[in-house]
């Protein structure tokens, strides 16, 4: 039986869900040879992009606006980013500032 | 094309030894080690830049030269720290050699001289150096190290590690500029 916080919770997902009926979709980002691989990634409001870091040294993966960023990721660790915001989300690596790439979100 | 490269190999393998060699004529210089030496110079080296790096985090103001030391601190460590598991993966252990006891005495000699200094005439000491010495061990990788490792994870490591000082070496080259060099 569905408790009333239950329902509450499950209208708040619901409204909260992309209006699109597309499924979320997860993407992957290497981070590789300091570069981000691919540079430029087209996803959807609502898409996960899973970064992994196979170089040898700490990166991040931050928005240049500041509104996201993971933490130091070291070699082989993941971080993973729910698209939320619309547009072209560039970031960047905080400790190699030439290490850039760009989400494309629609 | 070919030739230039291969002027640019010579020229990095000339440099290389030149700079390498030990002063004991008879000393073995960079192109004769076995890999248990290359391991060692290159964790050395790795070493001698952290020995820098938190020189720097002590007598630098320069949030510019502060931030790039702080990224010597913690990639140099990275890398080392993945050499360290390679040696223990491979249950062998680096052999000292007379390259290695030459970085660490030209090391000793140049942290006494920064140690002397102050202001802008540490950071720029301390930037060019940074410069220079990413620019040598670069050569070094390239030109020697990499091509004459024999073992194919150590060969990688090097390779992985020569990928992380090239992106030092841009970084230096901004920052020694920016102070004055």
Known sequence: ?106 | MKSTISKLVTAAMLVTSAALMAPNASAKDATDLNDLEIAHVAYTAGNIDIRYAHLAMAKSGNEQVLKFAALMLQDHKAVNDQAVALITKLGIKPMDNDVSKTLVKNSQALIAEMSALEGNAFDRKYAGNEHAYHQFVNGALEGVFIPNAQNADLKSLLKAGLQVFKVHEGHAEMMSKAVGN
Not at chain 1, 33 to 39: D, I
Not at chain 1, 40 to 67: E, I, K, M
Not at chain 1, 85 to 102: E, F
Request: with cysteine; hydrophobic share 40%; glycine share 8%.
């Open chain 1, 1 to 106: 039986m569905l408790t009333r916080r239950t329902l509450i919770s499950s209208m708040v997902l619901a409204i909260g869900t992309r209006p699109s009926l597309a499924e979320p979709t997860t993407h992957h980002v290497d981070i590789m040879g300091f570069q981000f691989t691919p540079k430029l990634l087209t996803v959807s409001s609502g898409d996960r992009v899973v970064f992994t870091n196979r170089d040898v040294v700490p990166h991040t993966a931050s928005a240049v606006d500041g509104s996201w960023g993971s933490v130091d990721l070291s070699n082989g660790a993941q971080w993973s980013l729910e698209v939320v915001r619309r547009g072209n989300l560039d970031y960047y690596c905080q400790h190699h500032p030439v290490m850039r790439g760009t989400l494309i979100s629609s």
